[in-house]
Structure formats: C-alpha cells, structure tokens
C-alpha cells in the first residue's frame, strides 16, 4: 500500500517538476523573491532512477525530519529512495551504513567524534568547519564520506530565562562572572564532571555555581519554569526556542562547546556508483536550515505535533526545492 | 573503533568495573576531571541510601498504620488489596514527570516517587498478616478486657510481624533499586554512573551497577536481621517445631 502511494507520489512530484520546467522555460526571469525561484528547483536525472539509496536516521524529532528532507530531496533529483527512518543510536546507525542496510543517515559531528572515534569532548573543536574537517578525515578512513555540515548546529547551551538574562544583564557565558555564586545550573548527571558542560564551566570560565541540579534532559525547561534552576543546559536548536523571546541562550564565548553540526555520512561504494547528483542534491536541500529554521520545523513536529514528513515536504517547497 | 562481538569483553568490564570503584580516573570526555574512586562511590551510596530510607520511613509512617486499623477491623479488603495492586502497576517514571511539573525536582520529589514504590507492598501485607492472627487469640484478649489499641498493639502486631516485615523487605528492594533514578530529578545517585557511559565509560555503568546491587543485599540482610530480633519467640519456636 504504502509503495503504491509513495510511487503515486513520486510519479506526481516528477510531473509536477517537468510542468514547471516547461513553464520556467517560457516566461525567463520570473523572480527570485521568496526563495520560491525555479532556480532552486531539484530537477530529477533519469539516469539516477536505477541506484537505489536508503536514507536513515536516529529516532527523534530532529532526525526523523533530516531523514526526511535528505530522502524527499534525493527523490526529487531521480533516485529509487527507501527510509530507514528509526535507528536507535549512532552505534546502530554506523553498523547499518556498514552493512549496508543503509546507505547513509544524518549524524552530528560532535557524536561522530566522540562517539566513533572516542575523540575528548576537550579535543572537538567548537567551529563547525574545523570539526567537520576532522570527522571527515576520519571517517574516510572507515570507507564513509561526509558531506558538509548543515548550516545550524544542534549544541549544548547555557540557557535561562530572558527575564533573568535582563535582570542579570546576561549575554554570553563570561558574564556569569561575579553572579554565578548565586545561582543554579541544571543539566544532565553527568554534566557536573564533562570538560563541555559544568566542569569546564568551571575550569575554563573560572565559574562556581550555588548548586548544581541533575535532572533528565527532558526536564531541560520545566527546571527553568518551575524556577528550580536559574540557568539550564539547552540545545541550540530545540522547538521550545522557535519564536520564543522566553528564554535567552547565553553565548559560548570562549569556545567550550563542541559543535554539534549535522553533517551527511554516506557509505563511500554507495556514494560513488550514486554520481555527482548525490553531493548536490545533499549539500542543496541542507542550505536553507538555519537555526531559527530548524527550531521552527522541530516545534511543529513536537508542538504542533504535525507528522515529520509533512513538515519536511512544507520546508522543501518553501525554499522552491520542489513543488 | 567499536567492538559489538567479544562476549568476553562482560568479564573484562568487570576488572574495569573494580578498577573504578577504587581508583580515580580520567573522565572519558577528558579535560583532567577525575571521577570514579572510593570518595565519589562512597559518596552517591550515602545519598542513595539515604534517600531510600527517608522514602522507606515515610512509606511506613503511612501504610503500616492504615494496614494495622484496616486488617483490624476486617474491613476495606478492597481497598488495601486494591491499592496495593493499582500501586505496584504505578511507572515511577510518569510519577516523577508529573511530580516534576508539579512540585518541581529535588528531595521532595524522589521522597513522593519512591514512597509510592514502598506503599503497596507494606499496605497489603499488614492488612493481610492481621487478618491471618489466629482470631482465638483475638478473642482471648478481648475476653480479658483488652481494648482495641491494645488488642492491635499486643496481640496482633506481634504475631504479625513476619509477614509484616516481608513486606517491608520487598519495598525497601525496590526502593533501594529504583533510588537510581534520583540522578535525573534532582539528587546525584549511582543512577549518574548507570546513565553515564559516554562520560565514565562502561567500567563506570558496571561499577553503578555493582553497587546499587550490594547496596541493595546489604539492606536486604539488615532487614532479614531486624525481621528476626523482632519477631516473638513463641513464633519462632512454633515454626522450628512444625519444620522440625
């Protein structure tokens, strides 16, 4: 059934794109306002039609809409796309590029690193470019590509409340400074003894907090709420941050935390069979997630509780990657 | 790079696992912190301990009373057995997540969350161990002009106190197992070790483990202890006759 559909959805899509190519080549210059320009668009390659790609992802929001978008987006350009769209952790996820279930996934640079070549989280560089650099290097080595990161970074943050950050005259991290003693963090168990949270808050910014506060990071914001904590540990791109002027994200000023941009990791036999539409169409349909855009599309997934696909097919279409 | 087979590798961890416990280490994320060794493991048991009795008494203070009233008058079977039941079928998760958005994180929480753990077992035991007191002797005592205090306090309680105190027993398991969680709302517990493997590696979630484990035993001892100084002697020697 769902075959069928997605078949039927494909045949659409392709005629879709073939009307509007027809169309664009008519009236020449119709605007590039909007991000809606037919210069944007994926055109679908016949000759992509016969190699097959099977896009995953990890099993939460962010991921089950990057899965989406990657999948939506190679689809458009003319590939046989299947998703794998639930792989438990990065462990699962490498293993399956490996064994070829699947043909790559999104991953962040900062789990790459640690996680994968057990890289201290002191030694991953906080600049995006740099990390990607050294993740890519190493991933070459075990038969992996990585394409670029994503223009957001999903990191951890300090985070408080804007009403705190205004009475504190709180802007970037240095600026606990003389007002830390009087206040509370939250963050993971563990955060108080990891070099890119609590202790190397302490040890880099010179900072001592009245108490540190454990909890599960899905209490991230109810600590901040409830006024359990004055500052917590957030994440850049979390759905509670899109349009929100409640809560302030105090900048890494020092550079202390890795980053955590998403970067594209595909099987190398893969890649290469896949032609040059692979890397354009993955680097293309990357290009417009910002942060405030990636923070809009995950709280309409967990707040609007709209579905991921949906919420990726809308993303495509308003940046005029497909119609 | 990862290593998915080696079975062999459980028995290793262990090594590892007692290499953590007394000596300090390098966290794997690096950056000169030291975690692990006799300090820190001392450490979260005292608080894992101390936060598992504090919920224990508090269970007690709640349903012994409650059993002892209600198994003596026979009456609301329904409600101890009941509330027994519904409450081992609780998810302490979603009591902690919904006392978190009530009552917000910290020692207040974990004490409610883990109290709800003990409940039930200490509730439906009392209640059940007082109505299984061989009434003759309920009646014996009443016949003597006993009143109702001390029918329950003199009678029943002492004959009741085995069943009684297995309950007691297995709620202070559960308790002392599930005060891992304490690590997520608010009160650092083993449960940081259990839940940090990117942080302490897996010789640190074997460690939590292995002493969550014998912290656990030992509290199960102690009881056993305690359950045999306080159960009267005419109890004991009856049972060694009829085992006898």
Known sequence: MRVIRARKAFTLVVAVILAIAVAACGSSNNGGGGGGSSANLIKSNPANHKVTITVGSKNFTEEYILGEIYAQGLQAAGYNVKKQLNLGSETIALKAIKDGDITGYPEYTSTALGSFFQVPAQKIPADPNQAYQMAKADLAKEGIVAYPPTPFGDSNAVGTLTSTAKQLHLTDISSLKGKSQNLTLAGSPQCSERIDCLAGLEKNYGLHFKKFTPVDIGLRYTVLDKGDADLSILFTSDAQLANSHKYTILKDDKGLIPAGNPIFLAAKSVADKAGPDFAKTIEQVQGNLTLPVMQELNSRVDIDKQQPAAVAHEYLKSSGYVK | ?244
């Open chain 2, 1 to 244: 790079m990862i290593d998915l087979g080696a079975p062999l590798g459980f028995l290793h961890s262990f090594t590892g696992a007692f290499d953590f416990i007394f000596h300090q280490r390098e966290a794997v994320t690096g950056g000169g912190v030291q975690v692990g060794g006799p300090a820190e493991i001392l450490h979260l048991t005292w608080t894992q301990f101390y936060v598992s009795a504090l919920a224990l008494a508090v269970a007690l203070a709640i349903a012994l009373p409650v059993g002892l009233v209600l198994g003596h008058r026979g009456k609301g079977e329904l409600l101890a057995v009941g509330i027994g039941n519904a409450g081992r079928a609780v998810p302490e998760l979603g009591v902690i997540a919904f006392l978190a958005a009530f009552i917000g994180v910290g020692l207040r929480n974990v004490t409610i969350a883990l109290m709800v753990l003990g409940i039930p077992p200490i509730l439906t035991n009392t209640f059940v161990a007082i109505r299984q007191v061989d009434r003759n002797a309920v009646e014996a005592a009443e016949g003597m002009g006993m009143r109702p205090a001390q029918v329950i306090a003199r009678i029943e309680l002492p004959l009741a106190t085995p069943t009684i105190m297995s309950g007691v027993r297995t709620a202070a398991i559960n308790i002392v197992a599930t005060a891992t969680i304490a690590s997520i709302i608010g009160v650092p517990t083993l449960g940081k070790l259990i839940l940090g493997q990117d942080t302490y590696g897996v010789d640190g979630v074997v460690a939590g483990a292995i002493v969550v484990a014998l912290l656990a035993l030992a509290v199960e001892l102690a009881l056993a202890g305690m359950q045999r100084a306080l159960t009267p002697t005419g109890l004991k020697l009856q049972r060694a006759r009829r085992s006898a």
